[in-house]
């Protein structure tokens, strides 16, 4: 069969490592977090907007991989003291600095909850816990949009330690495994969706939505791109999940997130041209920072802000404003470029 025959071509091919910076992911990357913001808004025809974190997720795994990869390449072996470091310098300066303020503007804006609540989310955010936190027994009050942080970080103290162990098999073999972990997680994800009692239950958790991660490992390893009109093929999927789906249908906890798993995957691998330029590199410089701060400004603005345009341009904007200047003033100082993934 032809699927089969380029299957096996695939596996039986070695892998290549590919630059490091790829510009025509930044436009993937920007135009994921303008969903989430629009989603956010509640802006209309886009009941599957909250898929855009899958496409982070998979964009994620592919950067991350590639990096390791690249190391490895190199060194023969991978310092995971020096990766783990990399991830906190590019990672928690902003954090920190946006949980700074939400303490400070908690009292003035969300005072239904106490301050001590405030204060416990944003220590557990701080720990890359924040997804666990209602295992203790804790609600989470406002900052539920960090939990992506949080499974991303503790997939990035798993997968460089089961990485090596990985690479250590034959190319075949390797491919083989890390694409059994993403079926085992999807299959995971959606037995709990089914049987758990709840469905959505597994929303915030790593072990069921590690999938995108491995499956951007998975197409890392691969070291291929497929032709540019492979990439319309992933943008029409990924449009009928952010359109399709919501969170109020069994079936988008039980498959939704595959689809747009696998859009976000042909995308990355056909890096479409258009989606690379100064433009849509500014805006994926600033991409962390508005995921950040758009959410808690959203959510200040939302006893005088109804619509969901204003909501976008006032909310939005503020955030991108906060973005930036985290970006120009605080995060720059802790990492270079070449390692800003």
């Keep these: 069969m032809p699927c089969m025959s380029f299957w096996r ?27 989430i913001v629009l989603y956010h808004a509640k802006a209309p025809m886009i009941s599957g907007g909250y898929m855009a974190v899958d496409v982070f997720l998979v964009l994620s795994g592919f950067l991350i991989t590639r990096l390791l990869m690249a190391e490895n390449e190199s060194t023969g072996t991978i310092n995971y003291n020096a990766f783990t470091l990399r991830r906190l310098r590019r990672l928690m300066p ?39 936190a209602t295992v203790f027994g804790d609600k989470v009050v406002l900052l539920g949009h960090v939990w992506t942080l949080a499974v991303e970080m503790q997939f990035y103290l798993i997968w460089p330690l089961l990485f090596l162990l990985i690479r250590k098999a034959p190319v075949r073999v390797s491919l083989l495994v890390v694409f059994a972990l ?11 969706a089914t049987y758990s009692g709840d469905v959505w239950g597994f929303y915030v958790r790593t072990d069921a939505r590690a999938s995108g991660l491995l499956l951007g490992a998975f197409i890392a390893m691969l070291g291929r791109r497929l032709p540019e009109a492979w990439g319309w093929l992933g943008f029409l999927l990924l449009g009928f999940a952010f359109t399709f789906f919501s969170t109020r249908w069994l079936p988008s906890a039980q498959y939704g997130f595959t689809v747009a798993e696998v859009g976000a995957a042909l995308i990355i691998l056909s890096q479409p041209r258009w989606l690379a330029g100064k433009v849509w590199t500014w805006l994926a410089l600033t991409s962390y920072g508005l995921y950040l701060w758009h959410y808690p400004i959203m959510q200040a603005l939302k006893p005088w802000i109804e619509d969901w345009r204003l909501m976008v341009l006032i909310g939005g904007g503020l955030g991108l404003l906060c973005a930036m200047a985290s970006h120009y003033w605080l995060e720059r100082r802790f990492y270079q470029r070449r390692v800003a993934q």
């Design 9 to 35: 071509r695939i596996m039986n091919k070695q892998t290549q490592v590919l630059p490091t910076y790829l510009p025509s992911l930044d436009g993937l990357r920007a135009l994921a977090a303008w969903l």
């Design 182 to 192: 993403f079926l085992a997680v999807t299959g995971w994800r959606a037995w709990l």
């Design 94 to 132: 902003a954090l920190l600095l946006m949980l700074l303020a939400y303490l400070i503007a908690a009292p003035f804006f969300f005072d239904y909850a106490p301050w001590t609540s405030h204060a416990r989310d944003a220590f557990w955010t701080s720990l890359y816990v924040i997804n666990y």
